[in-house]
């Protein structure tokens, strides 16, 4: 398997953060938008190319209210295209964590 995926764990709600928009920005200035899946998963490339990559979660207008994160940014670099990568996101309303999952 290759490409990249993520998967968003809502802790305030204990589900999967069904229909989060994330928007993907990716090497050569080409931009996608993905709708995570009611698991809260997403695969959002399924090519990938040696570069920077940026993803932004949407996470104010997912609880649909400004609670105290609007967009959440994560930048990653990837350095093997043929590998696959998988981008974790635990969101609770004042903090989140994230790490290369496997």
Excluded at 5 to 19: E, Y
Excluded at 26 to 31: D, I, L, M, Q, T
Excluded at 40 to 59: I, K, P, S
């Amino acid at each position: 398997m290759k490409g990249l995926t993520t998967h968003v764990l809502d802790i305030v709600n204990g589900t999967g953060a069904k229909g989060m928009q994330v928007d993907v920005h990716a090497p050569g200035n080409k931009n996608y938008s993905v709708t995570l899946d009611a698991t809260g998963r997403a695969t959002l490339l399924e090519d990938l190319e040696a570069g920077a990559y940026e993803l932004r979660f949407h996470a104010a207008s997912y609880r649909r209210a400004a609670e105290f994160y609007d967009i959440i940014p994560i930048r990653i670099l990837v350095h093997e295209p043929e590998r696959h990568y998988h981008v974790p996101l635990i969101l609770s309303a004042y903090g989140y964590s994230t790490y290369r999952g496997g």
